[in-house]
């Protein structure tokens, strides 16, 4: 995987580095150059090396386009709460279209694995309910918004489980952990907004979130369909 664009991977670390050092260090104009260069970079590297064909990649693509508008939203939501609920929308939409390119590979061969898909919705579900009904007393009126995001990363998490046996190994393992990572992040934003303050929590969100969407673009990159008959990748 490394071997593939090193230009891009030594850039990725750079930006990872100028991000946290920028978080660490409160600096707000270092934060405003190196955040939007963290999907900037992760769009450039998609593109190049899988020239966006098919639905797929156009698909996370546009997934990231999304990411990178929650991003530049997140960063003035302090001073207004609407630039947090505007965020949160966009990340909302990014996740819509993770969800929508991990399910061509399930309906690529939706037989396969009916016992890991099982397993997989119980797991979240179980997950996502209990973290929003622990979440629920400090919500207020953001109790439907979180409800949905909640619902729908979720969802991402188990499509992101359901490309089992349907795509190589390596970019189901990255998407998979690209998935837990975004929950991870998600979650550590949740608590910290509306539960209790965590020490140094913007430098666990932000390398959470940026691991999440270098993984997950990785296993775009990598990806091989293996069952590709009921759904063309034209």
Known sequence: MLKKQPWFHLLFVVVFILQLLSVWNSATALAAFSKPLIVISLLIMLSVSTRLKGRFHKRIFTGLV???AGDVLLMYAAGNEKFFIWGLAAFLLCHLFYIRAFYLDFKSAPELDKKGARIAIFCCAILAISFYFYLRPQLGIMKLPVMVYILVISMMMM??????????????????????????????LAY???VSPISHSGVWIMA???????????????????????????
Do not use: W
């Open 159 to 188: 499509m992101a489980c359901f490309r089992n046996q349907r795509v190589n190994s390596s970019s189901f393992k990255l998407i998979l952990f690209g998935a837990l990572f975004f929950v991870f992040s998600d979650g550590i």
């Open 192 to 194: 910290n907004k509306f």
């Open 66 to 68: 999304f990411a990178l």
């Open 208 to 234: 959470s979130y940026m691991i999440a969407q270098y993984l997950i673009t990785m296993g775009a990159v990598e990806r091989t369909l293996l069952h590709n008959q009921p759904i063309p990748e034209a």
